[in-house]
């Protein structure tokens, strides 16, 4: 803030409901209207830069305030909570304002993007002293200096540390009369992290939950299309309308190299033109919100279709890799294997989880690196002590170059610099000579490159902890700068001869309660109270002393002295802050020049972090490395469900492991009690409500997910040929939002299933035919079985309560019938939860009604009725014979008293009271009870 616009009149001229600080210079007072009526220079100004930025709320700088007006206002105090005043008219009509103070900034803004707005934030772009030079009507330069959008934040406080925050353009190829492709481009801006892909209409919703973007940029008439709009809902991603014209393949390749500073793209992979479309779109949308500053962008990375393990938005939600069903983090996958220690390592790991690979050489090239840390623990202890003090680099880097660092992001810097030193180190003093696996050889030597003369020159200036911002100095450490210490040392002697000036001017007029105070208006000053103000209003004291100012209860003086010392004061500090400033410019050009080395060693952390998390995980929750190839393998041998396994052991429970093998005859050992299945493909998986056989679907789903992302796995042996596409259709879920009902929702997902899974897919899909009539319900899952074996011949698990599709395994080769096997006990049921070969005998269901508690008759009631069904089962008999069989009413009504012992609640009632201990009040009132409950019981 400029040194001029502080409050004028002090601080009881503040308008109503405004700080105190608030300015309220008579140019900067854009609400207003002239004598005449007419709009104000200043109006003028707002107005204009309003008119320029119609969909944000636009953010004027006054002072120490952001001031909003007119509809912004209104929308603004209401999505804040803060007080909306007037302030002036406009066209006879009062305006609306409201005010979020400067330094409160972050915390208002983060709630307004949360809540999906866009904020235009307008700056004093000079000091109002220099405005007023151009005469006393004259205006402060304003302008907007940033677009805050959801999609392009750089600070910590709007972020979340341990996710990824990318803005993705997307694009639609044109010419393909067919299914249509689209592509996408995406940064992260706080990082410089960049990716660019392809995909098709059937997989645009995994893929854009897979890269679950803060924004989605696209055109107004992409964004209205249905499709694209139930994606981006998948996504839960804001949508942001930009012009056609933005999405331009030639502009977008050459932002791409001025950006990259390179003169030829091929050395990335070589860009589709819709692909450069869609990077011209993201670059100047980034250029339009940060208004002149450069982000940092990292070389892209590519993503083709089949270079990663395809799950499409509905499985990912099933499986609950990211999010749980509640949209928390808590019980997700991630939650359950991250063991990261820093927010950059956190991003890469959820990057990965979203991401699993299909190339069995990229993928056991991450099972080595996780291998040799399971291996070295101590090494891995000490790779994580030393990651644990290693700060975001990545996003200070990001911050600095965009002109938002301060000299925290300094020290952040030097003390990620010296983490990758120590971390290289490390890892090449564990190799002995031994040669450490290719990945961890790579990252050793991505942080062994780093500017080494950079970190000696962060270190020799900063301090230990820097400030966050740079505006009040104090970051320069001692004995760098001679001049600096020259001027601090000045600067804090001044201090100590005021306090002796103090001392003084007390001696000598025997005021003893005379203060030497400072504030913004009057600079430093003497002050006594009204009382001992008179011996300093006469002479001789009035001659040292200058009366400046009397308020209500004291009286406020000047002496020539003092005001010596404060131009003394005032100049050594102003000094030594240019000073520090200059240092900082010095640092952070020093930065800048590194900025590419620094963003690659701050991605060798995260993966480093990562790696080690991993190895860390399978390590205390004994996971073994899983056998990955191109085959079509699928042998588990007692897997686990890495989030049932973690919940269970919080309440003391035990997980117990199963075995799956799906797909033909392999080499590996079939486990035991499967041998007669071991080469079957398909395994339908029958068994009581409860009994585990979500759970034991989404075990082998999830273990998939993590050996192909590279991770060890929950299981004793794994053996996974390669996935190409993952699905996932677990329990019935309504769709509401999208005006599908439960039905039509688990039709249309069966549907993508049947037409996209391959011989390399694995399909779990969980009690499909549930929504409909019984029959219809059992036809369509027949049918859909059939399909899966026949056409898709994919590895599948098919849970169902239908046991008339168990017939099925005897009918088509490659199907096995597999059990949730239970224990009966005295008309109870145990569960065991233990997989085994054959079809449940029956389902249970009456029984576990009972354990959840369905009132005595009604189960009753229901036994009987199946009883019937059973007895009528195989006779083909029309429906309403069996209505007859079952004469309505006969067992519905509740018998007055339990039959077979237990009273009846009213007897219950009865037997509890004791006539002798009540007073006639509680004797009423039981009377009362009674009643109710044998009125409940009619
Ligand atoms: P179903 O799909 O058959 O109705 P679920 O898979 O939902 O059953 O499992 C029900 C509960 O049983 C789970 O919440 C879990 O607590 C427990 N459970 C499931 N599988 C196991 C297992 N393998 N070991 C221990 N407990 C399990």
């Not at 804001?238 to 990259?260: I, M, Y």
């Amino acid at each position: 803030m400029g040194r001029g616009v502080r409050p004028v009149h002090g601080e009881e001229a503040a308008p109503a409901g405004a700080a105190d600080d608030r300015m309220n210079g008579k140019d900067l007072e854009p609400a207003a209207q002239d004598a005449k009526g007419g709009i104000t220079p200043s109006m003028a100004q707002f107005l204009e830069i309003k008119t320029a930025n119609p969909d944000s709320l636009l953010w004027y700088r006054m002072g120490d305030f952001y001031e909003l007006f007119f509809e912004d206002a209104v929308v603004a105090a209401q999505a804040l909570g803060i007080v909306l005043t007037k302030r002036g008219k406009h066209l006879g009509q009062d305006i609306p304002m409201c005010g979020v103070p400067v330094h409160r900034a972050d915390e208002y803004l983060q709630r307004l993007i949360r809540q999906g707005y866009r904020v235009a934030v307008c700056e004093q772009l000079e000091d109002p002293a220099e405005a007023r030079k151009r005469g006393s009507k004259a205006v402060v330069r304003r302008d907007v200096v940033r677009l805050v959008t959801p999609g392009t934040l750089t600070e910590d406080s709007l972020l979340d540390a341990r996710q990824r925050n990318y803005l993705t353009a997307l694009f639609r190829l044109p010419g393909d009369g067919g299914a249509a492709s689209f592509a996408l481009a995406s940064l992260d801006i706080s990082t410089g992290e960049f990716e660019v892909g392809t995909t098709t209409a059937a997989d645009l919703s995994g893929e854009l939950v897979r890269l679950s973007p803060g924004e989605i940029i696209a055109t107004d008439a992409m964004l209205g299309e249905p499709s694209v709009a139930a994606a981006a809902k998948m996504a839960a991603a804001p949508l942001t309308p930009v012009p056609a014209a933005s999405f331009d393949s030639l502009a977008g390749e050459r932002q791409l190299k001025a950006r990259l500073g390179v003169s030829e793209l091929g050395g990335f992979g070589g860009f589709t033109r819709g692909e450069l479309a869609a990077i011209g779109a993201l670059l100047t949308y980034v250029a339009l919100t940060q208004i002149g500053a450069s982000p940092v962008v990292r070389p892209p990375k590519r993503t083709g279709v089949s270079d990663v393990l395809a799950i499409d938005a509905a499985s990912r939600a099933s499986l609950e890799l990211l999010r749980a069903t509640s949209g928390e983090r808590e019980g997700s996958l991630l939650a359950a294997i991250d063991r990261t220690v820093t927010g950059a390592g956190a991003r890469e790991l959820a990057a990965r989880l979203a991401s699993p690979l299909t190339d069995p050489k990229a993928i056991n090239a991450r099972l080595d690196a996780v291998g040799y840390l399971v291996d070295h623990g101590t090494l891995r202890e000490d790779l994580r002590q030393t990651l644990r003090a290693a700060p975001d680099v990545a996003r200070a880097v990001s911050r600095l170059a965009l002109g938002r660092g301060g000299p925290r992001d300094l020290g952040q810097i030097r003390d990620g610099l010296a983490a990758a030193r120590t971390a290289a180190d490390l890892l090449q003093r564990s190799a002995g000579g031994m040669g450490l696996p290719e990945l961890l050889a790579d990252v050793s030597a991505r942080l062994a490159g780093a500017p080494a003369s950079l970190l000696q020159s962060l270190s020799a200036a900063l301090i230990d902890d820097p400030p966050v911002n740079r505006r009040d100095g104090g970051f320069v450490r001692a004995g760098f700068r001679a001049d600096l210490d020259e001027a601090l040392r000045l600067r804090d002697d001044s201090r100590r001869i005021l306090a002796a000036l103090e001392a003084k001017y007390a001696e000598a007029t025997g005021v003893r309660s005379l203060k030497i105070r400072h504030n913004n208006i009057l600079g430093y000053y003497i002050e006594t109270t009204a009382l001992n103000a008179r011996p300093l209003l006469a002479p001789p004291f009035s001659e040292t002393f200058r009366h400046r100012q009397t308020m209500a209860s004291a009286v406020r003086f000047s002496t020539a002295e003092l005001e010596e010392t404060e131009g003394r004061i005032a100049s050594a500090a102003e000094r030594a802050l240019a000073i520090e400033q200059e240092v900082f410019a010095t640092l952070a050009g020093e930065i800048a020049l590194s900025n590419q080395a620094l963003a690659a060693l701050a991605a060798a952390l995260a993966e480093l972090d990562c790696l080690s998390g991993l190895a860390e995980l399978a390590e205390r929750e004994n996971y073994v490395r899983p056998s990955v190839d191109g085959g079509t393998a699928f042998e588990i041998e007692g897997g686990r469900h890495p989030v049932v396994e973690q919940a269970l052991r919080a309440s003391a429970g035990t997980f117990i492991e199963n075995d799956c093998v799906l797909g033909r005859a392999h080499a590996g050992a079939k486990p035991a009690g499967f041998e007669e299945i071991a080469d079957r493909r398909i395994w339908l998986v029958t068994g009581p409500n409860m009994a585990g056989k979500s759970t034991f679907l989404r075990q082998n789903a999830l273990i998939v997910v993590l050996a192909q992302m590279g991770s060890f796995v929950p299981a004793r042996r794994a053996h996974i040929g390669i996935v190409d596409r993952l699905f996932s259709r677990v329990g019935a879920s309504d769709d509401l939002a999208r005006g599908r009902s439960t039905f039509m929702v688990e039709m249309v997902e069966t549907a993508s299933i049947l037409n996209l899974a391959t011989e390399r897919s694995l399909v779990i899909l969980d009690e499909i035919g549930r929504g409909t009539a019984t029959f219809d319900g059992l036809s369509i899952a027949w049918a859909t079985v059939e399909h899966l074996h026949e056409v898709n011949r994919c590895r599948a698990l098919f849970a169902t309560h239908f046991h008339e599709l168990t017939a099925l395994a005897g009918r088509l080769a490659e199907i096995a019938n597999v059990t949730m096997d239970v224990k009966e006990w005295h008309d109870e049921i145990v569960f065991l939860h233990k997989v085994k070969s054959g079809a449940a005998d029956r389902s249970y269901g009456i029984q576990v009604a009972k354990l959840a508690g369905l009132p005595r008759s009604v189960i009753e009631r229901a036994g009987e009725v199946l009883a019937a069904l059973e007895k009528q089962e195989g006779r083909s008999k029309p429906q309403t014979a069996l209505i007859d069989e079952l004469p309505l009413f006969a067992a519905a009504r509740p018998r007055s008293s339990g039959a077979g012992g237990g009273p009846s609640p009213v007897e219950a009632a009865l037997d509890d009271i004791h006539p002798d201990e009540l007073s006639p009040k509680a004797a009423l009132e039981a009377l009362y009870r009674l009643k109710a409950l044998r009125k409940r019981a009619e």
